[in-house]
């Protein structure tokens, strides 16, 4: 008997680049968006692992949100002294990229990667205004 053969990926031996610089923190937040039925939902979230593109969060209660949702995030204090970056200050439209790895406990995401979908604050800050005629 003629055994199929077995094929394996390599795995990169390079690790993949990001794309922004990235920062470590530990920014309390909360995520909040719709689910199928049109119901709002919430989440308490830790941010942990920062760009200006993207962010990844803990959450802090069982939530199960599926891919690309859009979802909101809110940092749940003011900003004192620079430590939460221009782009996480006020509410942020995201969406769900990547779901993190299940809590056998629970059976949801441990965490959540989003997609910042708004444009970096200090970008728009440079760029020319302009009147509208109406």
Known sequence: MNQPAVTRR????TPI???GNRRKV?????LTWR??????RFASVVARDVSEL??????????SIPLYRLVHFQVERPARDGDIPV???GKVL?????VGKYKSS???PHGYALRLLSEPRHATARAPRFAVAN
């Not at 390599?10 to 031996?13: I, L």
């Not at 530990?26 to 909360?30: E, F, K, L, N, Y």
């Not at 689910?35 to 709002?40: C, M, P, R, Y």
């Not at 993207?54 to 959450?59: G, I, L, M, P, S």
């Open 17 to 19: 680049a990001r794309i």
């Open 35 to 40: 689910d199928t039925s049109g119901t709002l």
């Open 94 to 98: 995201c969406a769900v990229y990547r």
């Open 10 to 13: 390599s795995v990169p031996t």
């Open 87 to 89: 782009w996480l200050q």
């Open 106 to 108: 629970t059976g949801t």
């Open 26 to 30: 530990a920014i309390a937040g909360r």
């Open 54 to 63: 993207d962010a990844y969060v803990e959450c802090q209660v069982p939530a």
